[in-house]
Nanobody
Framework: QVQLVESGVGSVQAGGSLRLSCAAS????????MAWFRQAPGKCREGVAS???????NYADSVKGRFTISHDNAKNTLYLQMNSLKPEDTGMYYC??????????????????WGQGTQVTVSL
């Protein structure tokens, strides 16, 4: 069993930056594929970015060039650096992990472990 705990809740004006963190614990074998999802009010949860074995990354088109996902093996912590934030980036952000590869990482049904979520609010 893997526990994921996010931190970094915040509010920022459009154009600003935030960094989210997600500490993983509970298993000596960390899932190879980790990801960030987000969910805006009234919308479905969507995949934002994934990272495989701490090196191979994928991004949703809406965040490419603005967000960077990374993983620190020594700390077993996942990060999401968010720059040039827009109001449409507002939502609850979730840390996620799935066993095996990152194939289909953006599918909610593929995720085995979820964090509790952390709120990000971007205002004009």
């Amino acid at each position: 069993q893997v526990q994921l705990v996010e931190s970094g809740v915040g509010s920022v004006q459009a154009g600003g930056s935030l960094r989210l963190s997600c500490a993983a614990s509970g298993s000596k074998d960390s899932p190879q594929c980790m990801a960030w999802f987000r969910q805006a009010p009234g919308k479905c949860r969507e995949g934002v970015a994934s990272i495989l074995r701490s090196s191979i990354t994928n991004y949703a088109d809406s965040v490419k060039g603005r967000f960077t996902i990374s993983h620190d093996n020594a700390k077993n912590t996942l990060y999401l650096q968010m720059n040039s934030l827009k109001p449409e980036d507002t939502g609850m952000y979730y840390c996620a992990a799935k066993p095996g590869s990152c194939i289909g990482w953006w599918l909610v049904s593929q995720i085995r472990y979820w964090g509790q979520g952390t709120q990000v609010t971007v205002s004009l």
